[in-house]
């Protein structure tokens, strides 16, 4: 099946510095290339896969789960961490969500955690109805593209397989339990407008996490896909920064 234009990942052999991206529920990479690009240019080492089932047509989407989907971020964390002396993790909403868990399971191997608008819930009466309606009905309407930037547009599908939405409830039950076992750094990003996931989500991250150093940042000009948006720029420059602070603390301390 032909990849959607801009669902290609993007792979580039930088530094000793690597950063991982997440992409969100049916997206690709596109939404997260511009941030990826924006990182690959100052040296970092980038990987930015694209998740099972995405990229192509969402009945695609429909025969995978999220094990699927964590097991590819799972992977290409183990690559960085191969050929970098500090690997970081990004994603923007599931992705948030799969960079946290990386964080949680990994520990010292992950250096920090950008999270951008993380998807931590499902809309309650949808999450209890998914068990019945997934059987019922194969796709709901379609959740990409919420973008306040006019012209710009996120490439993805415009049909949401139940069956893995269902799976993304689990990933979302899963991921919140485990929210205490994440200590690393935290840079989390969320619009104040977000018609996908509710701010509510970023809350909820921010009570559970046993992280010390903790940057919370509303984005007030952006809607869900920020990557893209109003505040793009401030995404890629502050995650940068966050990074660079972190890593320079490293060298340091270990030179001492």
């Known amino acids: 099946m032909p990849l959607l234009p801009g669902a290609e990942p993007l792979r580039h052999d930088g530094g000793e510095v690597g950063v991982l991206l997440c992409h969100g529920f049916t997206g690709c990479p596109q939404s997260l290339r511009p941030w990826g690009e ?25 025969v995978t789960g999220w094990q699927d989907w964590y097991a590819t971020v799972d992977l290409e964390l183990r690559l960085l961490r191969e050929r970098c002396e500090q690997v970081f993790v990004c994603g923007l909403s599931m992705g ?20 951008v608008n993380p998807a931590m819930t499902l809309p309650r009466i949808q999450g209890y109805a998914l068990p019945v309606l997934r059987h019922l009905l194969p796709s709901a ?3 990409t593209s919420d973008i306040a930037r006019e012209g710009v547009r996120e490439v993805g599908y415009d ?16 991921v919140r339990g485990e929210l205490p076992q994440v200590t ?23 009570s559970r996490v046993s992280s010390r150093d903790v940057t919370e940042t509303v984005l007030e000009r952006s809607h869900h896909v920020a990557t893209l948006d109003h505040d793009a720029e401030r995404i890629f420059a502050d995650s940068y920064g966050f990074i660079t602070r972190l890593t320079a603390r490293k060298t340091a301390r270990d030179g001492a």
């Not at 924006?38 to 998740?51: G, H, I």
């Not at 949401?160 to 409830?169: G, K, M, N, R």
Request: net charge positive.
């Open 96 to 115: 948030g969500a799969l960079a946290l868990r990386l964080a949680a399971r990994h520990g010292d191997a992950v250096s920090g955690v950008v999270a």
């Open 38 to 62: 924006y990182l690959a240019e100052r040296d970092l080492t980038v990987s930015l896969p694209l998740l099972p089932g995405h990229g192509t047509r969402w009945q695609d989407l429909a």
């Open 159 to 174: 049909r949401v397989p139940l069956h893995a939405a269902h799976s993304l409830w689990h990933l979302l039950r899963v």
């Open 141 to 143: 309407r379609g959740i």
């Open 184 to 206: 690393q750094p935290l840079l989390l990003l969320h619009s104040r407008v977000d018609h996908v996931v509710p701010p509510s989500d970023s809350a909820l991250v921010l």
